[in-house]
């Protein structure tokens, strides 16, 4: 795979709008290479979410140490002719050379606070605009979607099932990631799980059963290979499947050491029910109950709010895309150039000018408001942006391994004010308020640049 | 990158859910490898859509082409202690060698209309099912929304502009490919550009404009560079921005090139009238318009009606991710093994048995309706699956450059009857049947099966 080692569309520096490539060129011929501060925020939290729980950092950050444009990459866009020559020399030696501040990964975020930032000289923070939006994007979607799921479980099992769903390859990688942290178990997906080092699941599909003459047939075969199963129940008619299940322990005996059994159709709380009591009257109480269709937050909550006998839940497609709120409002926006506070001021979609901070203070383990404010004010309350890069080098605080991430993840659920935990629309938002300093500089700028325009 | 070599999860064998593999090694130990056929389709049409326009089948075709497991990956498999040695053994052989079925890209769906068939032992069959999926979904999903786009843009330029909102790097990649399969023309990604060769478009962004002193200094340093450019004028008042390239106009003369304003922000049909106004008077009527922010196809479509002169427009999130329908419940079914036809009862999930074909009647460029048949019936209208795949290798039907599918695709927009065109949902769905034969094969083995059961 020659093409792949000189061109790898998913980590290539050519991951990027044109647009990047066109400016760098003008900041180049203009010699603009001062630092400029880049800050990553949302202006509004996305329908029925409560909260953002903020992911993706550990793809930005090892994208920022491998960023380089191979000979061949640099070869083709000479052959596209719309670059200087001089320019596309400069990119021979381009690297990323700046510092990152951010938010852990599984910190819960709200409107306008900065969740990472960039320093760098503004070539270079401008570059990597598409590819840091486009995966902190995407996993911070997936942990927020998945955070709920968990929540909704109330200590059940979640697994991301959605592989096949997820819009692609990359997707169906970042979400089990992404969901794994916000506090599911584990995966149906074998590269994902061989990629972060999360728990692969899963054991058959209806396509098994069929195949077979029929599902006693199937049943027997499965577990012969793996004993220790889930065997899924619904091909044809649930409850005789469940009897199947019984009948195969009956004739196992001690050999039998079916795990589970799997509903993925119909009415889930009425079938986990009967399932539940054919299994006990069996004497079978350890085989677990395990479902699967359709699933969201919603539906859990609501099955176990009726007392639904399920020990485990696979989520697909409502995972995989998010199907109530695919998309963030997400930017990069510049807010210094050369030490200058910037802004924009186009109606409804201005920016908070300067570099900042976000102050978090938490009292008995929860939230209690954040103060968005200047990167060099000392407030009251938790700094949340950290450093994890200096001079285009992850710093010690840049590697956090998964399972930290996770159990991190878990407490900030947990310090979330309890109305915002809730799977309804929160009535009181969660308390952000700007510091003085930040709405003196922000009013004095917007005079001036209404003046001046 | 050794890492990458040996393992690559965008294309790896191990970019399946682990339940294939667990029935792989099941299938390997009763003997199961005998023919099976699997059909691709889905059982409703997403909300808001009036057809799915099909995508995504070159992808699947390269990855059965070049699928296989590295020993680096077979070494890992082996680690997990959880598959038998005998059974890792056949994987080291293990290549795609069966025969594949499908509708050409860019072609338009209905309901329960399989779209691929896998002909294969049944082990192949099985373990592409998770990439399979994947690719058909996310590429179906973004060429629906497109084409609808392309539609209400009634011949003005629709551009990707997605990437950074699209989930993940192979989403930003293939929504580019697939908008421009279905008539968008081109996108904001350099790598899909490249890896596609599609298009690439784009000039600045508000960070160039606000890293200058003023919207003036920005727009001559820039034109210097890209004399052929589009202007963003919203920074910070957009009328005074249409009012800065018109004065540039006076001061470059012969040397104003500047093909287009760009508009992302307010209200962008009056903005949109008043900088026309304000060209047309500076006798800059060549300038032309161009807009971006939040649009989808109900937006254009208002604007165009509206008589906005807008010339071309910019889409981002709402075609990235599909937000008013960001899945579609595409399945991927065991209909037969060993030459048996194959069901599953699942209420409101079963599925139609055997190898199936789709007959579609057009009469003058427009389609007529559909017949769900069986595959060796021979009924009135076109068969639209064709085979693109024996023994593992692709046909020459299994080839079709983009341009050709691009073109394929605009003239199956074009025959579909013209409610289902339209942006609202249709209120008498296409027309589609099933084949006598189909039906009583259907309801024979659905007998069977209760009886059996």
């Given at each position: 795979?020659?093409?792949?080692?000189?061109?790898?569309?998913?980590?290539?520096?050519?991951?990027?709008?044109?647009?990047?490539?066109?400016?760098?060129?003008?900041?180049?011929?203009?010699?603009?290479?001062?630092p400029?501060?880049?800050?990553?925020?949302?202006?509004?939290?996305?329908?029925?979410?409560?909260?953002?729980?903020?992911?993706?950092?550990?793809?930005?950050?090892?994208?920022l140490?491998?960023l380089?444009?191979?000979?061949?990459?640099?070869?083709?866009?000479?052959?596209?002719?719309?670059?200087?020559?001089?320019?596309?020399?400069?990119?021979?030696d381009f690297r990323f050379t700046g510092d990152?501040?951010?938010?852990?990964?599984?910190?819960?975020?709200?409107?306008?606070?900065?969740?990472?930032?960039?320093?760098a000289p503004?070539?270079e923070a401008?570059?990597?605009?598409?590819?840091?939006?486009?995966?902190?994007?995407?996993?911070?979607?997936?942990?927020?979607?998945?955070?709920?799921?968990?929540?909704?479980?109330?200590?059940?099992?979640?697994?991301?099932?959605?592989?096949?769903?997820?819009?692609?390859?990359?997707?169906?990688?970042?979400?089990?990631?992404?969901?794994?942290?916000?506090?599911?178990?584990?995966?149906?997906?074998?590269?994902?799980?061989?990629?972060?080092?999360?728990?692969?699941?899963?054991?058959?599909?209806?396509?098994?059963?069929?195949?077979?003459?029929?599902?006693?047939?199937?049943?027997?075969?499965?577990?012969?290979?793996?004993?220790?199963?889930?065997?899924?129940?619904?091909?044809?008619?649930?409850?005789?499947?469940?009897?199947?299940?019984?009948?195969?322990?009956?004739?196992?005996?001690?050999?039998?050491?079916?795990?589970?059994?799997?509903?993925?159709?119909?009415?889930?709380?009425?079938?986990?029910?009967?399932?539940?009591?054919?299994?006990?009257?069996?004497?079978?109480?350890?085989?677990?109950?395990?479902?699967?269709?359709?699933?969201?937050?919603?539906?859990?909550?609501?099955?176990?709010?009726?007392?639904?006998?399920?020990?485990?839940?696979?989520?697909?497609?409502?995972?995989?895309?998010?199907?109530?709120?695919?998309?963030?409002?997400?930017?990069?926006?510049?807010?210094?150039?050369?030490?200058?506070?910037?802004?924009?001021?186009?109606?409804?979609?201005?920016?908070?000018?300067?570099?900042?901070?976000?102050?978090?203070?938490?009292?008995?383990?929860?939230?209690?408001?954040?103060?968005?404010?200047?990167?060099?004010?000392?407030?009251?309350?938790?700094?949340?942006?950290?450093?994890?890069m200096r001079h285009g080098t992850?710093?010690?605080?840049?590697?956090?391994?998964?399972?930290?991430?996770?159990?991190?993840?878990?407490?900030?659920?947990?310090?979330?004010?309890?109305?915002?935990?809730?799977?309804?629309?929160?009535?009181?938002?969660?308390?952000?308020?700007?510091?003085?300093?930040?709405?003196?500089?922000?009013?004095?700028?917007?005079?001036?640049?209404?003046?001046?325009?």
């Amino acid at each position: 795979m020659i093409e792949h080692k000189s061109f790898d569309p998913y980590s290539s520096a050519l991951f990027t709008d044109l647009y990047e490539l066109t400016m760098l060129q003008a900041y180049d011929a203009e010699g603009m290479t001062a630092p400029a501060v880049f800050e990553l925020f949302f202006r509004r939290l996305p329908p029925h979410r409560n909260y953002v729980m903020v992911a993706g950092l550990e793809q930005v950050l090892s994208y920022l140490e491998h960023l380089q444009f191979t000979d061949d990459e640099l070869a083709w866009l000479h052959q596209r002719q719309q670059f200087s020559e001089a320019f596309l020399r400069t990119l021979k030696d381009f690297r990323f050379t700046g510092d990152v501040y951010a938010m852990p990964e599984g910190t819960v975020v709200f409107e306008n606070e900065p969740v990472l930032q960039v320093v760098a000289p503004l070539p270079e923070a401008q570059l990597i605009e598409t590819y840091v939006l486009n995966q902190i994007h995407l996993q911070s979607v997936a942990a927020t979607k998945a955070a709920r799921m968990v929540t909704a479980a109330a200590g059940r099992d979640i697994v991301d099932f959605g592989s096949r769903r997820s819009h692609g390859t990359d997707a169906a990688l970042k979400v089990a990631r992404a969901s794994y942290l916000a506090g599911a178990i584990g995966t149906s997906n074998v590269a994902a799980a061989r990629l972060y080092n999360i728990p692969a699941l899963g054991t058959m599909a209806h396509s098994y059963i069929q195949a077979h003459a029929d599902e006693r047939t199937a049943f027997l075969a499965f577990t012969q290979e793996f004993p220790e199963t889930t065997l899924l129940v619904d091909t044809y008619n649930t409850l005789k499947g469940v009897q199947e299940v019984i009948d195969l322990a009956r004739r196992l005996g001690h050999a039998f050491k079916v795990r589970a059994i799997r509903l993925d159709s119909g009415d889930l709380l009425e079938l986990a029910n009967a399932s539940r009591q054919l299994l006990d009257a069996a004497g079978l109480q350890e085989v677990k109950i395990f479902a699967s269709s359709g699933l969201d937050e919603h539906t859990i909550a609501a099955l176990l709010k009726a007392g639904a006998p399920i020990d485990g839940f696979g989520v697909g497609t409502n995972l995989a895309v998010s199907a109530d709120a695919p998309e963030i409002d997400f930017s990069y926006k510049l807010v210094a150039y050369d030490g200058q506070p910037r802004m924009k001021l186009s109606s409804s979609k201005g920016i908070l000018p300067g570099r900042k901070q976000v102050f978090r203070r938490v009292s008995s383990g929860q939230m209690c408001g954040d103060v968005i404010a200047q990167f060099d004010e000392s407030l009251e309350g938790e700094a949340l942006l950290q450093p994890v890069m200096r001079h285009g080098t992850r710093l010690a605080a840049g590697y956090v391994p998964l399972d930290k991430v996770r159990e991190y993840a878990g407490t900030q659920r947990e310090a979330l004010p309890p109305e915002l935990q809730r799977l309804e629309d929160v009535k009181v938002p969660y308390h952000i308020a700007f510091s003085a300093a930040l709405q003196a500089t922000t009013a004095q700028l917007q005079h001036d640049l209404e003046r001046a325009t």
